[in-house]
Protein backbone atom coordinates (compact mmCIF):
# COMPACT_ATOMS: atom_id res chain seq x y z
CA UNK A 1 0.00 0.00 0.00
CA UNK A 2 1.29 3.41 -1.01
CA UNK A 3 1.08 5.18 2.29
CA UNK A 4 1.87 8.49 4.16
CA UNK A 5 1.63 7.91 7.97
CA UNK A 6 0.17 10.44 9.45
CA UNK A 7 -0.07 11.23 13.57
CA UNK A 8 -2.52 8.41 16.39
CA UNK A 9 -6.01 9.22 16.04
CA UNK A 10 -6.28 10.38 19.83
CA UNK A 11 -10.45 8.67 19.36
CA UNK A 12 -8.20 5.67 18.68
CA UNK A 13 -5.82 5.87 21.54
CA UNK A 14 -8.90 5.86 24.03
CA UNK A 15 -10.75 3.20 22.56
CA UNK A 16 -7.76 0.72 22.27
CA UNK A 17 -5.94 -0.36 19.78
CA UNK A 18 -8.84 0.52 17.44
CA UNK A 19 -11.36 2.38 16.98
CA UNK A 20 -12.51 -0.06 14.61
CA UNK A 21 -12.93 -2.68 17.50
CA UNK A 22 -16.61 -1.30 18.16
CA UNK A 23 -20.38 -2.47 17.72
CA UNK A 24 -20.28 -5.62 15.68
CA UNK A 25 -16.32 -5.91 15.73
CA UNK A 26 -15.85 -5.03 19.22
CA UNK A 27 -14.94 -9.04 19.98
CA UNK A 28 -11.75 -7.78 18.04
CA UNK A 29 -10.66 -6.40 21.66
CA UNK A 30 -10.26 -9.78 23.18
CA UNK A 31 -8.24 -11.45 19.85
CA UNK A 32 -5.34 -8.59 19.21
CA UNK A 33 -4.40 -6.42 22.00
CA UNK A 34 -0.89 -4.49 22.47
CA UNK A 35 1.46 -7.19 23.32
CA UNK A 36 2.29 -4.84 26.81
CA UNK A 37 -0.97 -5.99 27.74
CA UNK A 38 -1.16 -9.80 27.13
CA UNK A 39 0.89 -10.37 30.35
CA UNK A 40 1.28 -14.24 29.02
CA UNK A 41 1.70 -13.73 25.30
CA UNK A 42 5.16 -15.69 23.86
CA UNK A 43 7.22 -14.24 20.94
CA UNK A 44 5.73 -16.12 17.62
CA UNK A 45 9.14 -16.79 16.99
CA UNK A 46 10.29 -18.55 20.32
CA UNK A 47 6.38 -20.21 19.84
CA UNK A 48 6.97 -22.18 16.27
CA UNK A 49 10.65 -22.80 17.04
CA UNK A 50 10.97 -24.21 19.96
CA UNK A 51 8.24 -26.82 20.31
CA UNK A 52 5.63 -25.27 21.80
CA UNK A 53 3.69 -25.16 18.70
CA UNK A 54 3.46 -29.23 18.50
CA UNK A 55 2.79 -29.44 22.41
CA UNK A 56 0.11 -26.85 21.85
CA UNK A 57 -1.52 -29.27 19.26
CA UNK A 58 -0.57 -31.95 21.25
CA UNK A 59 -2.78 -30.88 24.13
CA UNK A 60 -5.70 -29.49 21.86
CA UNK A 61 -5.64 -33.55 20.35
CA UNK A 62 -6.44 -34.56 23.21
CA UNK A 63 -9.62 -33.55 23.13
CA UNK A 64 -10.57 -35.91 19.88
CA UNK A 65 -9.32 -39.19 20.80
CA UNK A 66 -6.28 -39.23 18.32
CA UNK A 67 -8.20 -37.67 15.65
CA UNK A 68 -6.61 -36.77 12.75
CA UNK A 69 -3.17 -34.63 12.85
CA UNK A 70 -3.87 -32.87 9.76
CA UNK A 71 -6.86 -32.04 10.50
CA UNK A 72 -6.50 -31.02 14.29
CA UNK A 73 -3.83 -28.56 12.53
CA UNK A 74 -6.39 -27.41 10.43
CA UNK A 75 -8.51 -26.17 13.18
CA UNK A 76 -6.16 -24.94 15.63
CA UNK A 77 -5.14 -22.83 12.67
CA UNK A 78 -9.08 -21.27 11.93
CA UNK A 79 -8.59 -19.53 15.67
CA UNK A 80 -5.45 -18.32 14.85
CA UNK A 81 -6.10 -17.09 11.70
CA UNK A 82 -8.98 -15.65 12.66
CA UNK A 83 -7.49 -13.44 15.33
CA UNK A 84 -4.75 -12.50 13.05
CA UNK A 85 -7.21 -11.78 9.78
CA UNK A 86 -10.23 -10.03 10.94
CA UNK A 87 -8.66 -7.57 13.19
CA UNK A 88 -6.35 -6.33 10.69
CA UNK A 89 -8.76 -5.83 8.05
CA UNK A 90 -11.25 -4.90 9.70
CA UNK A 91 -8.86 -1.69 11.22
CA UNK A 92 -7.85 -0.95 7.93
CA UNK A 93 -11.40 -0.86 6.06
CA UNK A 94 -12.66 1.29 8.71
CA UNK A 95 -9.89 3.25 10.15
CA UNK A 96 -6.92 3.46 7.73
CA UNK A 97 -5.28 1.80 10.22
CA UNK A 98 -2.29 -0.35 9.39
CA UNK A 99 -1.40 -2.91 12.46
CA UNK A 100 2.21 -4.01 12.69
CA UNK A 101 1.57 -7.51 12.05
CA UNK A 102 4.99 -8.62 11.75
CA UNK A 103 5.73 -12.16 12.15
CA UNK A 104 9.26 -11.33 14.02
CA UNK A 105 7.41 -8.53 16.60
CA UNK A 106 4.34 -10.50 17.70
CA UNK A 107 3.51 -12.61 20.60
CA UNK A 108 0.44 -15.29 21.24
CA UNK A 109 -1.96 -16.37 24.22
CA UNK A 110 -3.13 -19.93 24.68
CA UNK A 111 -5.78 -21.30 26.54
CA UNK A 112 -5.60 -24.24 28.16
CA UNK A 113 -6.83 -26.50 25.23
CA UNK A 114 -4.02 -25.65 23.52
CA UNK A 115 -5.94 -23.19 21.20
CA UNK A 116 -4.61 -19.68 20.32
CA UNK A 117 -6.85 -17.34 23.18
CA UNK A 118 -5.48 -13.68 21.86
CA UNK A 119 -2.72 -12.17 20.01
CA UNK A 120 0.22 -9.28 20.47
CA UNK A 121 0.94 -6.54 18.80
CA UNK A 122 3.86 -4.09 19.51
CA UNK A 123 1.89 -0.85 18.93
CA UNK A 124 -1.07 0.73 17.04
CA UNK A 125 0.38 1.03 14.20
CA UNK A 126 -0.03 4.14 11.54
CA UNK A 127 -2.90 6.09 9.93
CA UNK A 128 -2.78 5.98 6.28
CA UNK A 129 -3.95 8.07 3.34
CA UNK A 130 -4.50 6.42 -0.24
CA UNK A 131 -6.91 4.98 -2.00
CA UNK A 132 -7.58 2.05 0.05
CA UNK A 133 -9.44 -0.07 -2.29
CA UNK A 134 -6.70 -1.57 -3.73
CA UNK A 135 -7.04 -5.08 -1.69
CA UNK A 136 -3.80 -6.70 -2.73
CA UNK A 137 -1.57 -3.63 -1.34
CA UNK A 138 -3.66 -3.50 1.70
CA UNK A 139 -2.83 -7.31 2.36
CA UNK A 140 0.70 -7.03 0.94
CA UNK A 141 2.04 -6.81 4.36
CA UNK A 142 -0.35 -9.19 5.93
CA UNK A 143 0.70 -12.06 3.72
CA UNK A 144 4.28 -10.93 3.47
CA UNK A 145 5.51 -10.46 6.79
CA UNK A 146 3.11 -12.94 8.52
CA UNK A 147 0.82 -15.04 6.84
CA UNK A 148 3.65 -16.64 5.04
CA UNK A 149 5.82 -17.48 7.76
CA UNK A 150 2.79 -19.18 9.63
CA UNK A 151 1.55 -21.20 6.83
CA UNK A 152 5.27 -22.61 6.70
CA UNK A 153 5.05 -24.09 10.27
CA UNK A 154 1.53 -25.52 9.68
CA UNK A 155 2.73 -27.55 7.18
CA UNK A 156 6.28 -28.88 8.45
CA UNK A 157 4.52 -29.74 12.25
CA UNK A 158 0.78 -29.37 11.37
CA UNK A 159 0.99 -31.44 8.23
CA UNK A 160 -1.57 -29.52 6.28
CA UNK A 161 -0.84 -28.09 2.71
CA UNK A 162 -0.20 -24.77 2.11
CA UNK A 163 -3.50 -24.07 0.09
CA UNK A 164 -5.13 -25.50 2.40
CA UNK A 165 -3.83 -22.79 4.81
CA UNK A 166 -4.68 -20.20 2.18
CA UNK A 167 -8.20 -21.49 2.45
CA UNK A 168 -8.46 -20.92 5.53
CA UNK A 169 -6.93 -17.43 5.44
CA UNK A 170 -9.26 -16.59 2.44
CA UNK A 171 -12.49 -17.40 4.65
CA UNK A 172 -11.86 -14.70 7.09
CA UNK A 173 -10.50 -12.33 5.08
CA UNK A 174 -13.40 -12.23 3.07
CA UNK A 175 -15.75 -12.09 6.08
CA UNK A 176 -13.71 -9.23 7.41
CA UNK A 177 -13.77 -7.20 4.12
CA UNK A 178 -17.88 -7.81 3.53
CA UNK A 179 -18.82 -7.46 7.22
CA UNK A 180 -17.10 -3.48 6.69
CA UNK A 181 -20.46 -3.11 4.80
CA UNK A 182 -19.08 -1.08 1.82
CA UNK A 183 -19.92 -2.07 -1.51
CA UNK A 184 -16.19 -1.49 -3.04
CA UNK A 185 -15.04 -3.84 -0.30
CA UNK A 186 -17.04 -5.79 -1.71
CA UNK A 187 -15.77 -5.63 -5.09
CA UNK A 188 -12.28 -6.04 -3.46
CA UNK A 189 -13.29 -9.39 -1.82
CA UNK A 190 -14.33 -10.62 -5.31
CA UNK A 191 -11.06 -9.41 -6.49
CA UNK A 192 -9.42 -10.99 -3.74
CA UNK A 193 -10.02 -14.32 -5.06
CA UNK A 194 -10.82 -13.87 -8.91
CA UNK A 195 -7.42 -12.72 -10.05
CA UNK A 196 -4.85 -15.67 -10.88
CA UNK A 197 -2.08 -13.07 -10.91
CA UNK A 198 -1.65 -10.02 -7.82
CA UNK A 199 -0.94 -6.62 -9.51
CA UNK A 200 2.79 -7.23 -8.96
CA UNK A 201 2.68 -10.07 -10.94
CA UNK A 202 3.10 -12.84 -8.72
CA UNK A 203 0.75 -16.08 -8.60
CA UNK A 204 -2.35 -14.92 -5.79
CA UNK A 205 -2.63 -17.83 -3.29
CA UNK A 206 -5.92 -16.43 -2.59
CA UNK A 207 -7.00 -17.25 -6.26
CA UNK A 208 -10.32 -19.33 -6.79
CA UNK A 209 -10.01 -20.04 -2.74
CA UNK A 210 -13.91 -18.71 -2.41
CA UNK A 211 -17.16 -19.16 -4.81
CA UNK A 212 -20.20 -18.14 -4.45
CA UNK A 213 -22.84 -19.59 -6.22
CA UNK A 214 -26.56 -19.21 -6.67
CA UNK A 215 -28.37 -21.91 -4.85
CA UNK A 216 -32.02 -22.18 -4.03
CA UNK A 217 -32.57 -18.35 -5.22
CA UNK A 218 -29.65 -16.97 -2.44
CA UNK A 219 -26.12 -16.42 -2.91
CA UNK A 220 -23.78 -18.71 -0.99
CA UNK A 221 -20.27 -18.43 -0.43
CA UNK A 222 -18.16 -21.88 -0.99
CA UNK A 223 -14.95 -23.01 0.21
CA UNK A 224 -12.68 -24.96 -2.28
CA UNK A 225 -10.64 -26.78 -0.04
CA UNK A 226 -12.38 -28.33 3.12
CA UNK A 227 -11.06 -27.31 6.37
CA UNK A 228 -11.35 -30.51 7.23
CA UNK A 229 -13.59 -30.42 10.38
CA UNK A 230 -15.29 -33.20 9.37
CA UNK A 231 -12.58 -35.54 10.59
CA UNK A 232 -13.07 -34.78 14.33
CA UNK A 233 -15.86 -36.18 16.22
CA UNK A 234 -18.24 -33.28 17.71
CA UNK A 235 -17.10 -30.42 15.33
CA UNK A 236 -20.05 -29.31 13.64
CA UNK A 237 -20.02 -28.69 9.54
CA UNK A 238 -19.31 -25.08 8.40
CA UNK A 239 -23.02 -25.71 6.51
CA UNK A 240 -23.18 -23.92 2.98
CA UNK A 241 -19.43 -22.91 3.27
CA UNK A 242 -18.19 -26.78 3.25
CA UNK A 243 -16.53 -27.75 0.04
CA UNK A 244 -17.79 -31.49 0.12
CA UNK A 245 -21.35 -31.57 -0.84
CA UNK A 246 -22.14 -34.52 1.77
CA UNK A 247 -21.06 -32.48 4.80
CA UNK A 248 -22.89 -29.88 4.18
CA UNK A 249 -25.89 -30.63 6.69
CA UNK A 250 -24.10 -32.26 8.85
Known sequence: MTTNAISMPETAVAKGLSAAFA??????????????????GIPL????ASGAFDRALSTYAASFEGGDRRAVASMWSLFYLSSLTIPYVVAWALERQVLPISFDQMTVALSADGLPRALGVPAPGEWSHGDGQEIFSALQPLMDEHLVRVIAHLKSVG?????LAWNNAAVYIDYAL????????????DAMTSLRLMP???????????????????????RKICCLRYLLPGIPSCGSLCALPNQRNQ
Request: hydrophobic share 35%; aromatic share 8%; with cysteine.
Open 23 to 40: GPHAWCNEKMLLSADLVD
Open 45 to 48: TEFF
Open 159 to 163: GIAPK
Open 178 to 189: RSAGTEPLNDQA
Open 200 to 222: NGAPNPFFDCLRHEDEDGARVCR
